[in-house]
């Protein structure tokens, strides 16, 4: 015999269920109208996907500054360097724990240090294994 659901565990299934139908139904409405490409999609390399040097922060700049650079780049996400050395990657999600202290936290309270990147470098075995895994989780997403 199974166990019987409560009330609220059974509603969240439920909507749960619904919201993958209706995530499944949208994508199928997007392929059939055409606005999402089902062909093979070109080759892409990192340079193609990062953004210009001059949008960064520093590990002593405050959350201030960081969220108005990403704000100027519509961007969740802005790298933190010491001068040409990659110190550590800065989102939103790093700061939301700092909100109202924006002014007084430096980045360096907030930032995610040593993250994993790939230089510009259209050769990249690594790269070239993960694109395709990155891809797979997003299909509906394009590059830019």
């Known amino acids: ?10 509603a969240v299934l439920l909507t749960s269920t619904v919201l993958v139908a209706l995530g499944s139904a949208v994508t199928h409405a997007c392929h059939a109208a055409g606005d999402i490409p089902t062909g093979p999609r070109p080759a892409v390399v990192a340079g193609d996907i990062m953004r210009s040097a001059a949008a960064r922060v520093t590990p002593g700049d ?26 550590g990657i800065l ?5 939301e724990p700092h909100r109202g202290h ?11 240090p040593n993250p994993r990147r790939y230089e510009r470098n259209p050769g990249s075995k690594v790269l070239a294994r993960r694109i395709p895994i990155i891809m797979a989780g997003m299909p509906s997403a394009e590059l830019p």
Not at 4 to 10: D, F, H, P
Not at 67 to 73: F, G, I, K, N
Not at 102 to 112: D, G, I, K, R, S
């Open 91 to 95: 989102t939103r999600t790093d700061m």
């Open 62 to 87: 405050n959350l201030a500054r960081a969220a108005d650079v990403m704000e100027s780049l519509g961007s969740r996400e802005v790298p933190v360097v010491t001068g040409r050395t990659l110190v």
């Open 1 to 10: 015999m199974r166990p019987r659901l409560g009330v609220a565990a059974s």
């Open 102 to 112: 924006y002014e007084w936290t430096p980045v360096l309270a907030a930032m995610t």
